[in-house]
């Protein structure tokens, strides 16, 4: 494992790449200063898109975000939000998210080697058993096998996005450079049964014109990604196929791919994404928002 590489390009969040090392810093005391409004996802991606950048002055922030998460973590490792889901889902706090679980057990084997601080490995192991069985919240059980849920709603979500990235961390933590635990096969078994299951699962987040679907929630309209969540999806289907070779994802990535060439599946796409908004539309906060949103 390369601990400085990622399976998506974080760079940009949230503040672009060219963002000096004090302006992240900054940006991380603002982000964590109340914890009543604090996003986990926000705090590791600022810190996985700073090692993307490798650069070793970015390591401080690393450092801090790292800090953060073990003052923050629980006894059972979860990472609490402590605000009510803003829009489109209903979550009242405290919720807890496979995603930020899943990209912080991602950073956590990062930081553990480029830190030199090989007992992050321990909480990284915490962070993610949350997601290795098949109970709810994190995991809902399907008829195909489990599902990974960014959102822990009832009924499940299903957001594709944060489904993937959850895989990523548990096939981080399964592969990191250190001894084989009982958690770390765990964790293995959990992401090939989770690839599994997303191989069987991922034609129902195909619309018309080959377009994809953000979620399988029962919304009065079908939430349809918008373009840039649309593009990740493509770019998580291939990352995840370069780990777990199901011929679904890369087909499926071909033809989404297409479809960002195609006008009328771009407009169909975009047309459908803003006639969920009408239907569905967002809540504003005035703090900071969070990192991943529908």
């Known amino acids: 494992m390369d601990p400085f590489a990622y399976h998506f390009d974080l760079r940009p969040k949230p503040l672009g790449a060219g963002v000096d090392l004090d302006g992240r810093l900054a940006y991380l005391e603002r982000a964590t200063a109340d914890p ?7 705090v590791v991606q600022l810190a996985l898109g700073a090692l ?15 800090e953060w998460l073990e003052r923050t973590a629980d006894e059972r490792g979860l990472l609490a939000y402590r605000f009510p889901m803003p829009h489109t889902f209903p979550l009242e706090a405290p919720w807890y998210s496979s995603l930020a679980q899943g990209e912080a057990g991602s950073l ?23 997601l290795l069985g098949t109970e709810p919240p994190l995991v809902a059980l399907t008829a195909e096998g489990p599902v990974l849920q960014e959102y822990p709603t009832d009924p499940p979500a299903h957001v594709l996005n944060g ?14 450079p250190r001894d084989a635990t009982a958690l770390v096969r765990r964790a293995s078994e959990a992401f090939d049964a989770g690839t599994a299951t997303l191989a ?20 009065p309209l079908a939430n349809t990604a918008s373009p840039a969540y649309h593009r990740l999806h493509v770019a998580q289907l ?14 499926t990535a071909d033809d989404w791919e297409r479809s960002l060439r195609n006008p009328a599946a771009l407009f169909l ?22 990192s991943t949103s529908p």
């Not at 993307?52 to 690393?62: F, G, K, M, S, W």
């Not at 796409?269 to 969070?290: D, E, H, I, M, S």
């Open 269 to 290: 796409g975009v047309a459908r994404k803003v006639a969920f908004r009408v239907v569905r539309p967002r809540a504003r906060r005035v703090t900071l928002r969070p």
């Open 163 to 176: 489904w993937i990235t959850s895989l990523f961390g548990l096939y981080d933590v399964a592969h990191a």
């Open 200 to 219: 069987s699962r991922l034609q129902l987040y195909r619309t018309p014109f080959g377009w994809s679907r953000y979620d399988l929630y029962p919304h």
């Open 52 to 66: 993307q950048l490798r650069d070793p002055a970015q390591l401080p922030l690393v450092a801090a975000a790292v």
């Open 108 to 130: 956590l084997v990062r930081a553990a080697q480029v830190l030199g601080r090989r007992e992050l490995f321990d909480l990284a192991d915490l962070v993610v058993e949350p």
């Open 36 to 42: 009543s409004q604090t996003n986990p996802v926000t």
């Open 238 to 251: 291939r990352a995840l196929h370069a780990l777990a070779a199901y011929e679904p994802f890369v087909s």
